[in-house]
C-alpha cells in the first residue's frame, strides 16, 4: 500500500506544473493567512521582548498600593528614605544601598515626518548616583551622560530614531524652562523609549516633590525579597507594592497585547475558512481533471488507500508551501520593522516586529490544518470514484 | 430563460465549485465588514464633533495638570464663550475594570455640551448632589446601574484623603447622546469636580484640560494661538487644538490603526482576486463550445462579454453582501455582548465601502475571461481546436 501511495503521490507532485492556475490559489491563500497571522503576532512577540527583557533579576521596583503603573504612583521623599532603610538591599563600596528613587514626567514629542500633534513619551527623572548601576546593561552609543544638577537629558536610542528633536545638540522646551540633548543611550528595553534627566533637576523643574517609583537591587541573599517586603507592607508609615522589575514592565502592555491576540484569532479564522474553501475548490478540481486516470490506476490494481493519500498530500504540499511563503513574505516585510504604542504609563513604547521560531512554526501548522481539511473531502472523492463512469470521462 | 436567469444558471451549474467560490467570497466581505468597523470605530471620536470646540492642554502632554486659576482668564479671551474643565478620575470598576470617567463642574459640562441629552431634573440633581455622578446609557445598561443607586469606585491614581482607595458615589443621572454618533460615545462618567478636589489626597486646584466652547464667529485657530500666547513663558505653557485634533492626536497614539487595517485588506482581498478569478477563468475554458453556439445564434460578442462579467459580478455581489449581512449581525451581537467597550457597527458607510469593493472586484476577476470568452473564434471553437 506504501509504494502503492508512494508512486501516485509522485505522479500527482510531478503533474501539477501543467496545472499552475489552480494550484497556486491555494499557495496565494494561504500565504496570506499565514503572512497576516505572523504579522499581526509579531508585533506582540516585539512588545513581549521589549518589555521582558526591562528589568535585572534582582531588581525590585516599589510602587504605592494600588497603582498599575508609575505615572499613577506617588510616593513622599519620607517613603523614598523609608524604603532606602530597608534590608535586604544591595550596598555599594562606600555602604549606601542601591536604590533609585525615580519620577516619571510625561512629555510630548513630534513624531518623525509629522508637524503637529506628538505623542507622549516618558521623562525619567534618575538618581545619577544609583540609576547607572541598577541598570548595567544600559551603554551610552553617542555622547555623554547628563551632569547632576543641570538641565541636560540622555533619550533612548529607539526614542532618537522614532522622534524629532531627541538628537545630541538640540534641545526641547517644557514648562518654561530648556533641556539640552547630551547623549544617547542603548538599554535594549523599554527604557530604550524613554528621556532621562537627573530626578533633582527633573522634581524642580516640573514643580514636583515626590517621586513616582524606587527601583532596587536586593543583595541576592535567599530570602531577601522576601524580608524585604515584610519590612516594607509592616511599616504603617507605608503603603505600597513591591514587584519584581520584570513583571513590573511585562504588565505594562497587557491590554495591548491581549487585544492584538484576539485581533489575530478572529482575522485568522476567517481568513482560514476562506483559505480551506479556496483549497476545497482547487482539489476538487485536481480530482476532477484526473478522474479518468485515477480510474486507470484503480482499474489496474491500485486500491482506493494510496489513492486518497496522494490527494492528500498534494493538499498539504500546497499548503505548506503557501505557508512558508507567507512566513517569508511577513519576515521579510515586518521582522525588525520597529513601531510605537500606547503603553499603560500613556507613554510612547517604541518596539520592533519580532518573528521568532515559535510563531513560524505556528504559521506553518495553521497551514497543514488548512491543507487537511481542504484536501480530505476532494481525497474522498477520488477514492470512491465510480471506474466505470469515470473511464469513460472525457 | 431571461439574461438575468442564465447567468444565475451557469453560477451554480458546477454545484460545489459555485458555492465554494461564493463561500471565499462571504468570508472575504465578513472580515471587511468587521474590520471597516473597527477602523471607523477608531475614528468615530473624530469626524462628528462638528460642534466649534477647542481643547486647552498643558504644553508638556494632557496628563500634566493645568491649575483651576486659569479659567477666568481663558474664559475673557475674545471668542471664547463657555468654559468647562475636566479631569481623568482613573476610574476602576471592581477589581479591573477600567472607566472613563472625569471629575468636571456639571453646569460648565451643560453648557458646553449639548450633545448630552439629559432631563433637566437630573442636571440640577447632578449640580445639587456633592456626590453624585453621572453615567453613559451604553455604561447604565452594561452593568444595569439604575438612577439612585450608590456606585462604590476605586481611582487608580487618587487615593482620598484618609488613604484609601475606595471612592463611592451617587448614580443621579443617566444621559443619551443627540444622535447614533454621540450614543456611540455614551461610554463615559461625570464626577462632580468640587467633591472630587476636596476629598482627594493631593494637589488641589489641579485640572487636566479646559474645554472651550466658541462664539459662532470665532476663528477657532485664532483663538487657540491666543490662549497660547497668554500663557507663554509662564510656568503654565498651554497647547491648544480643535477637539478634533485632539481625538485624532488620542487615537494615533495607540498606533496606526488604519494602516493595519489596510494591510490585512489587502492580503484579503488579493488572496479573493485570485481564487474568483481562478474560478471564473475555469468554467469560460469549459464552456468555451457553449459560448460558441451562444455566438452562433446571434449573440453579438459584446453580449458574450456582458455574460462573463455579470457571472464575475453575481459571484462577488451575492457573496459580498451575505458577508456584510454576516457582519452586521456579529457586530450587532458583539455590541450587545460587550457594550461600550467593543461598540462596533457595520454601518450605512462601511455598506458603500463594501458595495465599491465588490463592484471593483468584480470587474477585475471578470474582466480576462469576459475578453477571451468576446474573442472567441466560432469556428476554432466549434471545432475544439
Given at each position: 500500500m506504501w509504494n502503492q501511495a508512494l508512486a501516485i503521490t509522485r505522479i500527482n507532485l510531478r503533474s501539477i506544473p501543467q496545472r499552475w492556475g489552480s494550484a497556486i490559489v491555494i499557495v496565494v491563500g494561504l500565504a496570506g493567512v499565514v503572512a497576516v497571522f505572523c504579522a499581526l503576532l509579531a508585533m506582540t512577540e516585539g512588545v513581549r521582548a521589549t518589555l521582558r527583557a526591562t528589568?535585572?533579576?534582582d531588581n525590585v521596583i516599589v510602587l504605592r498600593?494600588?497603582?498599575?503603573a508609575e505615572l499613577n504612583s506617588g510616593l513622599s521623599r519620607e517613603d523614598v528614605t523609608l524604603i532606602r532603610g530597608a534590608p535586604g538591599l544591595k550596598r555599594d563600596a562606600a555602604g549606601r544601598p542601591l536604590a533609585s528613587g525615580e519620577i516619571i514626567v510625561v512629555t510630548e514629542l513630534l513624531k518623525?515626518?509629522?508637524?503637529s500633534g506628538g505623542a507622549n513619551v516618558s521623562l525619567r527623572g534618575v538618581d545619577p548616583q544609583t540609576a547607572f548601576a541598577l541598570r548595567p546593561h544600559l551603554k551610552m552609543v553617542a555622547g555623554r551622560r547628563f551632569t547632576p544638577g543641570l538641565r541636560e537629558l540622555i533619550v533612548g536610542r529607539a526614542l532618537s530614531r522614532q522622534f524629532?528633536?531627541?538628537?545630541?545638540g538640540e534641545t526641547l522646551r517644557t514648562r518654561g524652562s530648556v533641556w539640552t540633548i547630551v547623549g544617547v543611550f542603548e538599554?535594549?528595553?523599554?527604557?530604550?523609549s524613554e528621556l532621562w534627566a537627573d530626578i533633582d533637576v527633573a522634581q524642580s523643574t516640573f514643580g514636583r516633590?515626590?517621586?513616582?517609583s524606587v527601583l532596587t537591587e536586593l543583595?541576592?541573599?535567599?530570602?531577601a525579597r522576601h524580608e524585604f517586603e515584610d519590612h516594607l507592607t509592616s511599616d504603617p508609615r507605608l503603603n505600597v507594592d513591591v514587584q519584581s522589575e520584570s513583571d513590573y514592565f511585562d504588565s505594562q502592555t497587557r491590554t495591548f497585547r491581549a487585544t492584538i491576540g484576539v485581533v489575530a484569532g478572529v482575522v485568522t479564522f476567517i481568513m482560514g475558512l476562506g483559505a480551506i474553501f479556496a483549497a476545497l475548490n482547487t482539489m476538487y478540481a485536481a480530482v476532477a481533471s484526473r478522474a479518468r486516470e485515477i480510474a486507470t490506476l484503480r482499474a489496474i490494481g491500485f486500491a482506493g488507500g494510496p489513492v486518497l493519500i496522494s490527494v492528500m498530500v498534494e493538499s498539504l504540499v500546497l499548503a505548506f508551501a503557501g505557508g512558508a511563503i507567507g512566513v517569508l513574505i511577513a519576515y521579510l516585510l515586518f521582522n525588525g520593522l520597529t513601531i510605537s504604542t500606547l503603553s499603560d504609563n500613556f507613554t510612547q513604547l517604541v518596539f520592533s516586529f519580532r518573528m521568532t521560531p515559535r510563531l513560524v512554526a505556528r504559521g506553518l501548522l495553521i497551514a497543514i490544518v488548512v491543507g487537511m481539511i481542504g484536501g480530505f473531502l476532494p481525497a474522498l472523492r477520488a477514492a470512491r470514484l465510480p471506474i466505470t463512469t469515470a473511464l469513460r470521462a472525457t | 430563460m431571461t439574461r438575468v436567469g442564465f447567468v444565475l444558471a451557469n453560477l451554480f451549474r458546477r454545484k460545489t465549485r459555485g458555492t465554494l467560490t461564493l463561500l471565499s467570497v462571504v468570508s472575504a466581505f465578513l472580515l471587511f465588514g468587521l474590520l471597516q468597523a473597527v477602523h471607523v470605530l477608531f475614528n468615530a471620536g473624530v469626524d462628528f464633533?462638528?460642534?466649534?470646540r477647542i481643547v486647552t492642554q498643558a504644553r508638556v502632554s494632557f496628563t500634566s495638570s493645568l491649575p483651576l486659576r486659569l479659567l477666568p482668564e481663558i474664559a475673557a479671551?475674545?471668542?471664547?464663550s463657555q468654559v468647562m474643565h475636566e479631569t481623568w478620575f482613573g476610574g476602576v470598576w471592581q477589581t479591573n475594570t477600567p472607566l472613563t470617567t472625569f471629575a468636571t463642574v456639571p453646569e460648565q459640562l451643560h453648557a458646553v455640551y449639548p450633545?448630552?441629552?439629559?432631563p433637566e431634573a437630573q442636571w440640577r440633581a447632578f449640580a445639587a448632589t456633592r456626590t453624585g455622578i453621572i453615567v453613559g446609557r451604553q455604561v447604565a445598561a452594561q452593568f444595569g446601574w439604575k438612577v439612585g443607586q450608590k456606585i462604590p469606585l476605586a481611582s487608580n491614581i487618587y487615593p482620598r484623603r484618609d488613604g484609601s482607595k475606595a471612592w463611592a458615589f451617587d448614580l443621579v443621572g443617566i444621559f443619551d447622546g443627540k444622535d447614533d454618533n454621540w450614543q456611540r460615545q455614551t461610554t463615559q462618567e461625570f464626577i462632580n469636580y468640587g467633591y472630587f478636589d476636596e476629598e482627594n489626597q493631593f494637589g488641589r486646584g489641579n485640572v487636566n484640560i479646559y474645554v472651550e466652547k466658541l462664539s459662532p464667529s470665532a476663528d477657532p485657530a485664532a483663538v487657540a494661538r491666543t490662549i497660547d500666547a497668554r500663557f507663554?513663558?509662564?510656568?503654565?505653557e498651554t497647547k491648544t487644538q480643535t477637539e478634533r485634533a485632539f481625538n485624532v492626536g488620542f487615537v494615533k497614539q495607540i498606533g496606526d490603526i488604519g494602516l493595519i487595517v489596510r494591510w490585512i485588506l489587502s492580503a484579503v482581498f488579493f488572496t479573493l482576486l485570485l481564487v474568483v478569478g481562478n474560478t471564473m477563468a475555469q468554467s469560460v475554458r469549459e464552456r468555451i463550445p457553449e459560448l460558441a453556439v451562444l455566438k452562433t445564434l446571434g449573440f453579438t460578442d459584446a453580449s458574450v462579454l456582458g455574460f462573463v462579467i455579470a457571472e464575475a459580478a453575481a459571484f462577488c455581489l451575492i457573496g459580498g453582501l451575505i458577508g456584510l449581512g454576516l457582519a452586521t449581525g456579529v457586530g450587532a451581537l458583539v455590541e450587545r455582548k460587550l457594550g461600550g467597550f467593543l461598540p462596533i457597527q457595520v454601518d450605512v458607510g462601511v455598506w458603500a465601502t463594501g458595495i465599491a469593493a465588490m463592484l471593483a472586484m468584480s470587474l477585475a476577476v471578470g474582466i480576462l475571461p469576459a475578453l477571451r470568452a468576446k474573442r472567441l473564434n466560432i469556428v476554432d471553437a466549434l471545432a475544439g481546436r
Amino acid at each position: 500500500m506504501w509504494n502503492q501511495a508512494l508512486a501516485i503521490t509522485r505522479i500527482n507532485l510531478r503533474s501539477i506544473p501543467q496545472r499552475w492556475g489552480s494550484a497556486i490559489v491555494i499557495v496565494v491563500g494561504l500565504a496570506g493567512v499565514v503572512a497576516v497571522f505572523c504579522a499581526l503576532l509579531a508585533m506582540t512577540e516585539g512588545v513581549r521582548a521589549t518589555l521582558r527583557a526591562t528589568g535585572q533579576p534582582d531588581n525590585v521596583i516599589v510602587l504605592r498600593a494600588g497603582s498599575s503603573a508609575e505615572l499613577n504612583s506617588g510616593l513622599s521623599r519620607e517613603d523614598v528614605t523609608l524604603i532606602r532603610g530597608a534590608p535586604g538591599l544591595k550596598r555599594d563600596a562606600a555602604g549606601r544601598p542601591l536604590a533609585s528613587g525615580e519620577i516619571i514626567v510625561v512629555t510630548e514629542l513630534l513624531k518623525r515626518g509629522e508637524t503637529s500633534g506628538g505623542a507622549n513619551v516618558s521623562l525619567r527623572g534618575v538618581d545619577p548616583q544609583t540609576a547607572f548601576a541598577l541598570r548595567p546593561h544600559l551603554k551610552m552609543v553617542a555622547g555623554r551622560r547628563f551632569t547632576p544638577g543641570l538641565r541636560e537629558l540622555i533619550v533612548g536610542r529607539a526614542l532618537s530614531r522614532q522622534f524629532q528633536g531627541a538628537t545630541p545638540g538640540e534641545t526641547l522646551r517644557t514648562r518654561g524652562s530648556v533641556w539640552t540633548i547630551v547623549g544617547v543611550f542603548e538599554s535594549g528595553d523599554a527604557h530604550d523609549s524613554e528621556l532621562w534627566a537627573d530626578i533633582d533637576v527633573a522634581q524642580s523643574t516640573f514643580g514636583r516633590t515626590g517621586f513616582s517609583s524606587v527601583l532596587t537591587e536586593l543583595d541576592g541573599t535567599r530570602g531577601a525579597r522576601h524580608e524585604f517586603e515584610d519590612h516594607l507592607t509592616s511599616d504603617p508609615r507605608l503603603n505600597v507594592d513591591v514587584q519584581s522589575e520584570s513583571d513590573y514592565f511585562d504588565s505594562q502592555t497587557r491590554t495591548f497585547r491581549a487585544t492584538i491576540g484576539v485581533v489575530a484569532g478572529v482575522v485568522t479564522f476567517i481568513m482560514g475558512l476562506g483559505a480551506i474553501f479556496a483549497a476545497l475548490n482547487t482539489m476538487y478540481a485536481a480530482v476532477a481533471s484526473r478522474a479518468r486516470e485515477i480510474a486507470t490506476l484503480r482499474a489496474i490494481g491500485f486500491a482506493g488507500g494510496p489513492v486518497l493519500i496522494s490527494v492528500m498530500v498534494e493538499s498539504l504540499v500546497l499548503a505548506f508551501a503557501g505557508g512558508a511563503i507567507g512566513v517569508l513574505i511577513a519576515y521579510l516585510l515586518f521582522n525588525g520593522l520597529t513601531i510605537s504604542t500606547l503603553s499603560d504609563n500613556f507613554t510612547q513604547l517604541v518596539f520592533s516586529f519580532r518573528m521568532t521560531p515559535r510563531l513560524v512554526a505556528r504559521g506553518l501548522l495553521i497551514a497543514i490544518v488548512v491543507g487537511m481539511i481542504g484536501g480530505f473531502l476532494p481525497a474522498l472523492r477520488a477514492a470512491r470514484l465510480p471506474i466505470t463512469t469515470a473511464l469513460r470521462a472525457t | 430563460m431571461t439574461r438575468v436567469g442564465f447567468v444565475l444558471a451557469n453560477l451554480f451549474r458546477r454545484k460545489t465549485r459555485g458555492t465554494l467560490t461564493l463561500l471565499s467570497v462571504v468570508s472575504a466581505f465578513l472580515l471587511f465588514g468587521l474590520l471597516q468597523a473597527v477602523h471607523v470605530l477608531f475614528n468615530a471620536g473624530v469626524d462628528f464633533v462638528g460642534a466649534a470646540r477647542i481643547v486647552t492642554q498643558a504644553r508638556v502632554s494632557f496628563t500634566s495638570s493645568l491649575p483651576l486659576r486659569l479659567l477666568p482668564e481663558i474664559a475673557a479671551i475674545p471668542g471664547v464663550s463657555q468654559v468647562m474643565h475636566e479631569t481623568w478620575f482613573g476610574g476602576v470598576w471592581q477589581t479591573n475594570t477600567p472607566l472613563t470617567t472625569f471629575a468636571t463642574v456639571p453646569e460648565q459640562l451643560h453648557a458646553v455640551y449639548p450633545e448630552w441629552v439629559m432631563p433637566e431634573a437630573q442636571w440640577r440633581a447632578f449640580a445639587a448632589t456633592r456626590t453624585g455622578i453621572i453615567v453613559g446609557r451604553q455604561v447604565a445598561a452594561q452593568f444595569g446601574w439604575k438612577v439612585g443607586q450608590k456606585i462604590p469606585l476605586a481611582s487608580n491614581i487618587y487615593p482620598r484623603r484618609d488613604g484609601s482607595k475606595a471612592w463611592a458615589f451617587d448614580l443621579v443621572g443617566i444621559f443619551d447622546g443627540k444622535d447614533d454618533n454621540w450614543q456611540r460615545q455614551t461610554t463615559q462618567e461625570f464626577i462632580n469636580y468640587g467633591y472630587f478636589d476636596e476629598e482627594n489626597q493631593f494637589g488641589r486646584g489641579n485640572v487636566n484640560i479646559y474645554v472651550e466652547k466658541l462664539s459662532p464667529s470665532a476663528d477657532p485657530a485664532a483663538v487657540a494661538r491666543t490662549i497660547d500666547a497668554r500663557f507663554e513663558n509662564s510656568a503654565d505653557e498651554t497647547k491648544t487644538q480643535t477637539e478634533r485634533a485632539f481625538n485624532v492626536g488620542f487615537v494615533k497614539q495607540i498606533g496606526d490603526i488604519g494602516l493595519i487595517v489596510r494591510w490585512i485588506l489587502s492580503a484579503v482581498f488579493f488572496t479573493l482576486l485570485l481564487v474568483v478569478g481562478n474560478t471564473m477563468a475555469q468554467s469560460v475554458r469549459e464552456r468555451i463550445p457553449e459560448l460558441a453556439v451562444l455566438k452562433t445564434l446571434g449573440f453579438t460578442d459584446a453580449s458574450v462579454l456582458g455574460f462573463v462579467i455579470a457571472e464575475a459580478a453575481a459571484f462577488c455581489l451575492i457573496g459580498g453582501l451575505i458577508g456584510l449581512g454576516l457582519a452586521t449581525g456579529v457586530g450587532a451581537l458583539v455590541e450587545r455582548k460587550l457594550g461600550g467597550f467593543l461598540p462596533i457597527q457595520v454601518d450605512v458607510g462601511v455598506w458603500a465601502t463594501g458595495i465599491a469593493a465588490m463592484l471593483a472586484m468584480s470587474l477585475a476577476v471578470g474582466i480576462l475571461p469576459a475578453l477571451r470568452a468576446k474573442r472567441l473564434n466560432i469556428v476554432d471553437a466549434l471545432a475544439g481546436r
